[in-house]
């Protein structure tokens, strides 16, 4: 499963370098203009065949010699070969990957404007929550630049499984508590996590969306990564997304990336449906003095922009000891702590009930 995630990230990392390449006459990248016949990535060899339009192309070797210096210097251990031929036709686009998704019932896209807001956690005490309301639960984590899930399920060293069905490749997904868990984080060191950009990331994630033994479930929960990019925009491209929550803490500052967020769901070439905003770390209440509350990050920064925005308001989340210790022991708080998974249950209550009657 490794070589084959390997590989595959290799060549879509030459086919975002050849995608630099413009033909001077055409004006149009060799991958748009379909130039791309072969590309091959074994025994430390990178192989390209390039087919140009039209015979005698007099810019043929000239894009060649580009190609080869740029591979060689993106892949300094490899063998580079750029071949070149010439008349025919462009290569077909390669058909569509075959999907693993279609016992999947419901997709809520998990989102923030910025990091350090608590999303993976509210995304895994959410699982949890809607896994004690009596539903099959998977989480997506696609959070490339930190995927915390494994540990917030306590699953850190599980080495994903590829078992061939019918044919076709899938991955074995983790379990546990019920939950079935895929993520980017199974697949990479959390030292490389940051290395990962464009082409190589969203390949990664396309395999794990399409590929992995989802088996059927009434909801996938996706953590996406902090802001808005490329990244999501695939994501958003490769799944039916019902409904998005965004994840916001009360200070002003983060209230402000929430707006980013928000609106880039509601864009017109997106169009997901926001269920609502979430206001994480809103307040603290020491275990000593119950009935005080220390509200840190400010206060209703979340649930004032949702009412002024015409955004539902799902719930607040205050600063809880267990919270932080669940998350740290791989068990999140809503499976151990009866007043987060009050809390939890209530929001995911009114998530179910929106992306029900949405459809």
């Given at each position: 499963?490794?070589?084959?995630?390997?590989?595959?990230?290799?060549?879509?990392?030459?086919k975002?370098?050849?995608?630099?390449i413009?033909?001077?006459?055409?004006?149009?990248?060799?991958?748009?203009?379909?130039?791309?016949?072969?590309l091959?990535?074994?025994?430390?060899?990178?192989t390209?065949?390039?087919?140009?339009a039209k015979?005698?192309?007099?810019?043929?070797?000239?894009?060649k010699?580009?190609?080869?210096?740029?591979?060689?210097?993106?892949f300094?251990?490899?063998?580079?070969?750029?071949?070149i031929?010439?008349g025919?036709?462009?290569?077909?686009?390669?058909?569509?990957?075959?999907?693993?998704?279609?016992?999947?019932?419901?997709?809520?896209a998990v989102?923030?404007?910025?990091?350090?807001?608590?999303?993976?956690?509210?995304?895994?005490?959410?699982?949890?929550?809607?896994?004690?309301?009596?539903?099959?639960?998977?989480?997506l984590?696609?959070?490339?630049?930190?995927?915390?899930?494994?540990?917030?399920?306590?699953?850190?060293?599980?080495?994903?499984?590829?078992?061939?069905?019918?044919?076709?490749?899938?991955?074995?997904?983790?379990?546990?508590?019920?939950?079935?868990?895929?993520?980017?984080?199974?697949?990479?060191?959390?030292?490389?996590?940051?290395?990962?950009?464009?082409?190589?990331?969203?390949?990664?994630l396309?395999?794990?969306?399409?590929?992995?033994?989802?088996?059927?479930?009434?909801?996938?929960?996706?953590?996406?990564?902090?802001?808005?990019?490329?990244?999501?925009?695939?994501?958003?491209?490769?799944?039916?997304?019902?409904?998005?929550?965004i994840?916001?803490t009360p200070?002003?500052?983060?209230?402000?990336?929430?707006?980013?967020?928000?609106?880039?769901?509601?864009?017109?070439?997106?169009?997901?449906?926001?269920?609502?905003?979430?206001?994480?770390?809103?307040w603290?209440?020491?275990?000593?003095?119950?009935?005080?509350?220390?509200?840190?990050?400010?206060?209703?920064?979340?649930?004032?922009?949702?009412?002024?925005?015409?955004?539902?308001?799902?719930?607040?989340?205050?600063?809880?000891?267990?919270i932080?210790?669940?998350?740290?022991?791989?068990?999140?708080?809503?499976?151990?702590?009866?007043?987060?998974?009050?809390?939890?249950?209530?929001?995911?209550?009114?998530?179910v009930?929106?992306?029900?009657?949405?459809?």
């Amino acid at each position: 499963m490794q070589q084959m995630l390997h590989a595959t990230v290799m060549e879509d990392k030459i086919k975002e370098l050849l995608a630099s390449i413009v033909h001077p006459e055409t004006g149009k990248d060799l991958v748009t203009s379909g130039f791309i016949e072969h590309l091959a990535t074994a025994g430390g060899k990178v192989t390209v065949v390039l087919r140009f339009a039209k015979a005698r192309d007099p810019f043929a070797v000239k894009i060649k010699n580009q190609a080869e210096n740029l591979l060689r210097e993106a892949f300094p251990g490899s063998e580079v070969l750029v071949v070149i031929k010439e008349g025919g036709a462009a290569p077909r686009p390669e058909p569509k990957l075959s999907t693993t998704t279609g016992g999947i019932a419901k997709v809520i896209a998990v989102a923030s404007g910025k990091g350090g807001v608590g999303k993976s956690t509210v995304t895994a005490n959410l699982a949890i929550a809607l896994r004690n309301m009596g539903f099959r639960v998977g989480v997506l984590d696609a959070d490339i630049y930190g995927p915390s899930q494994p540990k917030m399920f306590g699953v850190e060293g599980y080495l994903p499984e590829a078992i061939v069905e019918e044919g076709k490749e899938h991955i074995i997904p983790a379990e546990s508590m019920d939950i079935r868990l895929m993520s980017i984080g199974f697949f990479i060191k959390p030292t490389d996590a940051l290395l990962w950009r464009g082409a190589m990331a969203v390949s990664a994630l396309k395999q794990m969306i399409h590929q992995t033994r989802w088996g059927t479930l009434d909801f996938l929960l996706a953590d996406l990564p902090p802001g808005t990019g490329d990244v999501h925009l695939s994501i958003i491209g490769e799944l039916k997304i019902d409904a998005a929550v965004i994840v916001s803490t009360p200070q002003q500052v983060a209230v402000a990336d929430v707006v980013r967020g928000v609106e880039m769901f509601r864009n017109e070439n997106v169009n997901i449906p926001v269920a609502g905003i979430i206001e994480n770390m809103a307040w603290f209440t020491p275990a000593e003095l119950p009935q005080n509350r220390y509200y840190l990050f400010g206060r209703g920064g979340a649930r004032a922009y949702a009412e002024q925005n015409g955004v539902d308001f799902l719930g607040e989340i205050p600063i809880v000891q267990s919270i932080m210790e669940g998350s740290e022991e791989g068990r999140p708080a809503t499976s151990t702590h009866p007043e987060v998974e009050e809390r939890y249950r209530a929001i995911a209550e009114k998530i179910v009930s929106k992306v029900m009657k949405n459809g």
